[in-house]
C-alpha cells in the first residue's frame, strides 16, 4: 500500500512525522497482516522529466499508484497551477476523482503563525478550508505530537476499510509458463519489503538471544516468539524453492 504525503513547505515536521506514523505501523503490523506502508512524497519519489507543467508531471508519475492521500495545510496553501489554486489542491482534487474522496485524510494546523508569513497565503489556506466544510471532514491539530496521534488513528480506520475481506496473492512467472502462487501472508510481506528497498535481499539471523529477520532496509523483529520464528523459516523455505524468470532489462 503507498500513502502520497502532499503539502506545501511549511508543514515539512509533519511530513517527517507522517513518514514515522507510517514505519511504526508497519513495525507492528507488517507481519501479521500481510501489509507493507509505503510514504510517497515528492522530494523522494519523483524524477526530473519535460513534457508538462511540473504538478501534472509529479501527478502522472505519483498518484496514479498511490492507494491514500494525506493532505496537511497550515500557513501556506502553495503555488497556483494551470488548473487549482496550488499544486497540493490540485492532488486532493485529482486524487478523490480517480481513488475517491474516502481516501483523503486533510489536516489543517490551527498553531500560532510564524512571523514572516504571506498574508495572501494564509487567507488562500482559509478559503480552501471554508469551500470543503460542506463536501467532507477535516481534521484540526495544533502541535506535530497531535498530529502524529491523529493521523495514526486515521490511518488505522482507513487500513482496515482497506483490507477488509483482502486476500493477497503473489504471482510468478516462469520463463517457459505462467504459475499461479500463493504465498502464507508472512512471505508476501517479506517479498513486499525486500522489492522495495535498493538492497532487494532477505537474511535470517539465529542468535543466543532469538531469531531476527531482515528484508532488504526493513527490520521485522521476531526475537523470542517461537511460533513466528518458525512461519519466518517457512516463508523462506517456500521463497527459495522458487525459480524466479529472469526480468526482461531490454524494455
Same mark, same amino acid.
Given at each position: ?12 515536521? /509533519?511530513?517527517?512525522? *507522517? ?21 510517497? %512524497?515528492?522530494? &523522494?519519489?519523483?524524477? +526530473? ?5 511540473? @504538478?501534472?508531471?509529479?501527478? #502522472? ?14 500557513? %501556506?496553501?502553495?503555488?497556483?497551477? $494551470? ?7 490540485? /492532488? ?7 481513488? +475517491? ?16 508569513? =504571506?498574508?495572501?497565503?494564509? @487567507? ?18 495544533? /502541535? ?9 488513528? @486515521?490511518? =488505522?480506520?482507513?487500513?482496515? %476499510? ?11 512467472? !516462469? *520463463?517457459? @509458463?505462467? &504459475? ?7 512471505? $508476501?510481506?517479506?517479498? *513486499?519489503?525486500? #522489492? ?9 539471523? #539465529? ?8 528484508? +532488504? ?7 523470542? =516468539?517461537?511460533?513466528?520464528?518458525? !512461519?519466518? %523459516? ?11 524468470? /529472469? ?5
Amino acid at each position: 500500500m503507498r500513502v502520497f504525503i502532499a503539502s506545501p513547505g511549511d508543514v515539512y515536521l /509533519e511530513r517527517d512525522e *507522517a513518514c514515522r506514523v507510517i514505519h511504526n505501523w508497519n513495525a507492528a503490523h507488517s507481519m501479521s497482516r500481510s501489509v507493507l506502508i509505503e510514504p510517497v %512524497r515528492v522530494e &523522494t519519489h519523483s524524477h +526530473g522529466v519535460q513534457g508538462g507543467h511540473p @504538478q501534472d508531471l509529479i501527478n #502522472s508519475q505519483l498518484l496514479e499508484r498511490c492507494d491514500l492521500l494525506v493532505a496537511i495545510l497550515w500557513s %501556506r496553501l502553495g503555488t497556483p497551477t $494551470n488548473s487549482d489554486l496550488s499544486g497540493t489542491v490540485q /492532488e486532493i482534487r485529482e486524487f478523490a476523482e480517480s481513488k +475517491g474522496h474516502e481516501g483523503v485524510l486533510i489536516f489543517f494546523c490551527d498553531r500560532a503563525l510564524p512571523n514572516s508569513i =504571506d498574508l495572501a497565503q494564509v @487567507q488562500a489556506v482559509r478559503d480552501f478550508k471554508d469551500s470543503i466544510k460542506s463536501n467532507g471532514l477535516y481534521t484540526p491539530y495544533t /502541535e506535530v505530537t497531535e498530529f502524529g496521534s491523529l493521523f495514526r488513528h @486515521q490511518l =488505522d480506520l482507513a487500513m482496515n %476499510r482497506i483490507l477488509a475481506g483482502s486476500e493477497f496473492t503473489a504471482t510468478v512467472e !516462469r *520463463a517457459t @509458463q505462467g &504459475t499461479e502462487v500463493v504465498f502464507l501472508p508472512e512471505a $508476501n510481506t517479506i517479498l *513486499a519489503a525486500a #522489492s522495495m528497498s535498493s538492497r532487494p535481499s532477505v537474511m535470517f539471523c #539465529s542468535m543466543l538471544s532469538g531469531n531476527e529477520l531482515c528484508a +532488504g532496509d526493513t527490520g521485522l523483529n521476531i526475537t523470542g =516468539d517461537a511460533r513466528i520464528s518458525d !512461519r519466518g %523459516r517457512k516463508t523462506l523455505r517456500e521463497h527459495s524453492s522458487l525459480e524466479f524468470a /529472469e526480468p526482461d532489462r531490454s524494455a
